[in-house]
């Protein structure tokens, strides 16, 4: 049973070449039982749930750090979807809920809360269309809220109305936040088939299923994808799909082994295990190195998908096999701004919004950190929204949108967001108008795949 | 249930004292020593040893710090892991 010293140096070198981390814990907490007609009952019901169940979290994690010598980076919170706990508040301003949910933030030192949320997908109640109108505000003047709003299931389709008013809540947000680079539209996302366990942020929630409180655990590595892929001589696609499966195997045990301790720890269900290749601006840290070191000159040319599709499967068959808890979701994410090899790619003209749309088919979200141009239309913005949410619709799986309609910016221009967030080349979107489509409302209704009862 | 032994693993440039000089700051805190292997790895000196300890309620982030500042002292690269990182990540 012993472990071989050349395995030992396998994780070290994992660690501290390759950038492999526990990317999230993040804490799901029920605020179903801080409903209050008062608002500022309910803001402190909330803030009072939050910091005694998370006060231990980040103590907690920083100890699993220290004990596996896995580095744990960021530290995070989700909750009830805000718009079900305040709807009974009855009030059209939500923003002190925003300030609330900062101020925990601050307080127990956690890196982002998600769950300023609404899901509409079929319709919206009046504590949602409150929840809706405040993102901007409520993103622009706190630090570390997160926001997604579901507008599309596979089971009730498209919600075209809300899909409609969330290209003019983006521009809005971009606008009131526009000193940052339209950072306030970093953390909003808009989402088909939303999943409620999920840690990752922007669109990390405490879905109406889960328990009181949980613990969801995002684990990375493509950096240590990119290096065994890298380390093959001359594979074949299976040998490469094998050694994606065997790299991912091994960061999913050792992500479940501190989720499990963690969760014991604070005495919380233990939730999902989330194996998602989450790039960071780190050298070889990129979802673009791997799908280069399988043979492209650059991500995004013709090829790029069926790559894509290889690493995500494999991915997901090596997580799988780890962990009975694998969920979340699991796979390859592309967001450009995060990932170096990509930034690249698009500022060498190899990587369009086009072919990052036909990627997201067949990986774990969505058109993730796109800054567009700023004088963007609000209907061109809900229609990249709407195609994006209709492949997620069809096949029956998540798909997002974080998109940046930077203002000022144009094609070409490049914006530093810092941090996780990295760096983001304007892209083109298509100058031809959408309006008359997006005008149109009401809803695209379920597709045939809804219909399996 | 968390094992209470360690992975202690020292890389860096050979030179004379290295061994003493980890295991007297082990015998420091009641850490033992149950295997212990070294090895040259792509020209670096590579020693990695299985330790544990018997008590409850080991300080093992003032142990961690002592073997750093040791590390430090001998210009090497030192790490204390606890073996499950290693035991779930290769063996099922």
Do not use: W
């Amino acid at each position: 049973m012993r472990v071989h010293p050349k395995e030992i140096l396998e994780t070290i070198k994992m660690v501290s070449n390759e950038n492999l981390d526990i990317r999230t814990v993040t804490m799901g907490i029920s605020l179903r039982d801080c409903c209050n007609p008062d608002i500022d009952a309910f803001n402190n019901n909330i803030y009072e749930k939050m910091t005694t169940h998370a006060q231990d979290l980040v103590s907690t994690a920083e100890e699993m750090q220290s004990l596996y010598g896995i580095p744990v980076i960021n530290k995070r919170l989700s909750v009830t979807p805000i718009s079900i706990v305040a709807e009974s508040c009855g009030e059209d301003d939500l923003t002190s809920v925003a300030e609330t949910l900062d101020r925990v933030a601050k307080d127990v030192d956690v890196d982002f809360i998600g769950g300023f949320s609404a899901l509409v997908h079929k319709g919206m109640t009046r504590g949602d269309a409150a929840l809706i109108n405040s993102i901007p505000k409520s993103l622009s003047g706190t630090k570390k809220v997160c926001s997604s709003v579901n507008v599309a299931t596979t089971k009730a389709g498209i919600n075209m109305d809300a899909v409609a008013q969330m290209g003019h809540i983006i521009k809005k947000t971009a606008d009131m936040s526009k000193d940052d680079g339209g950072i306030g539209c970093a953390k909003l996302v808009v989402f088909a088939n939303a999943p409620e366990d999920n840690p990752f942020m922007a669109g990390a929630f405490h879905g109406v299923g889960e328990p009181e409180v949980s613990i969801n655990v995002g684990v990375s590595g493509p950096g240590v994808v990119n290096s065994a892929v890298r380390a093959l001589n001359d594979p074949s696609l299976g040998d490469i799909s094998e050694s994606i499966k065997k790299t991912s195997f091994k960061i999913t045990r050792m992500g479940e082994v501190i989720g499990k301790e963690v969760a014991k720890r604070l005495g919380a269900q233990f939730g999902v295990l989330d194996l998602s290749l989450a790039p960071t601006p780190a050298v070889g840290d990129s979802v673009a190195a791997i799908l280069e070191a399988m043979g492209l000159e650059s991500c995004g040319t013709h090829g790029t998908t069926a790559a894509l599709a290889l690493l995500n499967d494999a991915v997901k068959k090596g997580g799988s096999m780890a962990s009975s808890s694998v969920g979340g979701l699991s796979g390859a994410f592309i967001p450009v701004s995060e990932d170096a090899d990509m930034i690249r790619a698009v500022q060498r003209g190899s990587l369009s919004l086009d072919k990052l749309e036909a990627m997201t088919s067949v990986c774990s979200v969505g058109l993730d950190m796109i800054a567009v141009p700023g004088e963007t239309s609000a209907s061109t913005i809900s229609a990249i929204i709407a195609d994006e949410m209709a492949i997620g619709m069809i096949n029956r799986k998540t798909t997002a949108v974080r998109l940046i309609p930077v203002p000022g910016k144009d094609i070409g221009d490049v914006v530093e967001y810092g941090g996780l967030l990295g760096t983001a080349p304007v892209m083109a979107v298509n100058n031809f108008s959408s309006e008359q489509f997006i005008l149109r409302g009401g809803r695209i209704p379920a597709p045939i795949q809804a219909l399996t009862n | 249930m968390v094992s209470n032994r360690f992975i202690i693993t020292a890389i860096g440039v050979d030179k004379v004292g290295i061994v003493a000089g980890i295991t007297q700051k082990m015998a420091d805190y009641n850490v033992g020593i149950i295997d212990i292997s070294q090895t040259i790895m792509e020209d670096m000196f590579t020693m990695i040893m299985l330790a544990g300890v018997e008590e409850d309620n080991f300080d093992l982030s003032s142990f961690q710090k002592a073997m750093s500042e040791t590390g430090k002292m001998l210009d090497l690269d030192i790490r204390v892991q606890n073996e499950d990182t290693f035991r779930f990540m290769h063996r099922i």
